[in-house]
T-cell receptor, first 112, second 115 residues
Framework: GEDVEQSLFLSVREGDSSVINCTYT??????LYWYKQEPGAGLQLLTY?????DMKQDQRLTVLLNKKDKHLSLRIADTQTGDSAIYFC????????????FGKGTKLSVKP | SAVISQKPSRDICQRGTSLTIQCQVD?????MFWYRQQPGQSLTLIAT?????????ESGFVIDKFPISRPNLTFSTLTVSNMSPEDSSIYLC????????????FGPGTRLTVL
């Protein structure tokens, strides 16, 4: 079955880079996503990558995809206190109607 | 990107009652979904809302408990029926685009507490 794994916590200092990792099991995944959830809020789509790509950069965000190892990462450069949130990795696998399978989320804490 | 609104944003309900959550999308999306996020947990898909026909439910979710409507492309409702404290969760509406890329956006969620 489909499964998405993430580490639960990450703590970094302001100004450092954060790297949030995710592994998934379905090799037929077509799109992989990163969402951000701030306390008491809904999910904000940060970025996504198509499975035939290995990297995508969007301002401070860099997504790396290792399809062979089914490993996805999100790097946040120059992490700010406003980046403190829970980050969810999600996959959309081939043949689905479009619904996503989510990891449990990584809580990023940014210390000043 | 699609902007998705939900109402109510939160509610406190009594056991045995029902609550209907509304979801409105500002642009046409191909797909609409309803997810549940239990306290401190990840998101679990409840069902896919199909326009003009019965929703497609995931394992563990049934129409009698979570009736869903989608009368047009941009509007859907989810009812949580005969509520119990175990139904206390955040319920999120989601819409997915079509085309060369597939983006899926989420509403702000409805925080439900059942006493």
């Amino acid at each position: 079955g489909e499964d998405v794994e993430q580490s639960l916590f990450l703590s970094v200092r302001e100004g450092d880079s954060s790297v949030i990792n995710c592994t998934y099991t379905d090799s037929s995944s077509t799109y992989l996503y990163w969402y951000k959830q701030e306390p008491g809020a809904g999910l904000q789509l940060l970025t996504y990558i198509f499975s035939n790509m290995d990297m995508k950069q969007d301002q401070r965000l860099t997504v790396l995809l290792n399809k062979k190892d089914k490993h996805l990462s999100l790097r946040i450069a120059d992490t700010q206190t406003g980046d403190s949130a829970i980050y969810f990795c999600a996959e959309r696998f081939r043949g689905s109607q479009g619904n996503l399978i989510f990891g449990k989320g990584t809580k990023l804490s940014v210390k000043p | 990107s699609a902007v998705i609104s939900q109402k109510p944003s939160r509610d406190i309900c009594q056991r045995g009652t029902s609550l209907t959550i509304q979801c409105q999308v500002d642009s046409q999306v191909t797909m609409m979904f309803w997810y549940r996020q239990q306290p401190g947990q990840s998101l679990t898909l409840i069902a896919t809302a199909n326009q003009g026909s019965e929703a497609t439910y995931e394992s563990g979710f049934v129409i009698d408990k979570f009736p869903i409507s989608r009368p047009n492309l941009t509007f859907s409702t989810l009812t949580v029926s005969n509520m119990s404290p175990e139904d206390s969760s955040i319920y999120l509406c989601s819409g997915g685009t079509s085309g060369a890329s597939y983006e899926q956006f989420f509403g702000p969620g409805t925080r439900l507490t059942v006493l």
